[in-house]
């Protein structure tokens, strides 16, 4: 539980260095001297109260159960000097009010005034002027708690901007990592990535095919007609595009639409005489087949359907090798 506001800053006030020729603590630690009222009145209450009502001060401490005590025990003066006199201190004490003790405070509650049939002017004077008091020390620790709030938040959008300057760098520099690597794996000739030119019109045969040759670690591109192979294989070619990265390995399909796969294999066999071609036909062909694919500039044959073993062995052959 956190204590009245009133009691607290009393407290705090108490362990100011600068309000001891004012007001400090008894020598036994269990009360609060007032030793000089006008200094006290002047300075000390504007300063840690917002209000330089001596009075209406002691009717606070009242209304929180301290009490005025007579002051028996010699007091130290402005400089250290024991001339006060104790008929002039003010001295007020509560059980829980205790040097060293903050945690006491807690204790401390206001007293539940005694029920009056009525009021005088008086009365309803100081009350008014006290509720003041009251509502002007909590106005002053909202001004205090808004501040150091306003403080904090600044310090966090600082936090926060710092941080999203950090991660757009580190999204940057990954950018720049990743373009690193793929330009070194596109000029390294054993970078372990070999690129296959898969031809085919079939999309339950091209996944297949693509889900192998990536496990296997190729670069797959798919084209769908003998056209777009021919025109694939020729922006791809290092002899007419020094900056391009040739396929190590084609499949081709054989029956597809625009231009059939042993045309398109012929074609390309004019500017590459290279890159092995795996005809991919359905499994009812017959020599006079092979021989035409081979005489079209074909390298081997992979009959439909395949699995991932057979295919795998092709690829051994034609890369590895």
Sequence with gaps: MTPNVFVQKLFTML??????????????????????????TSTVLPKHFNNGNFASFVR???KYDFHKIKTSVPTEGKGGSTDVNPNSIWEFKHPDFQLHKMELLENIKRKVPAQRKKLGNKDCCSSSQDQLMEVEQELHTLKENYSEVCTRLDEVMLNYKWAIENITGLIESNKERDNTIKYLLRMCPNNGMFRVLLVEDDDACINVCRQILILYGC???????GLSAVDMMKRNDSATNPNSQPYNLILMDIIMPNLDGVSASGLIREFNKVTPIIAMPANNIGQNDITNYMHNGMNDVLTKPFNKASLYAVLDKYLKS
């Design 60 to 62: 606070q401490l009242n």
């Design 219 to 225: 670069e797959v591109d798919v084209v769908t007609d």
């Design 15 to 40: 362990q100011t260095p600068d309000v001891q020729n004012s007001v400090r603590w008894s020598p036994t630690g269990d009360s609060f001297q007032i030793i000089d009222t006008n200094a006290f």
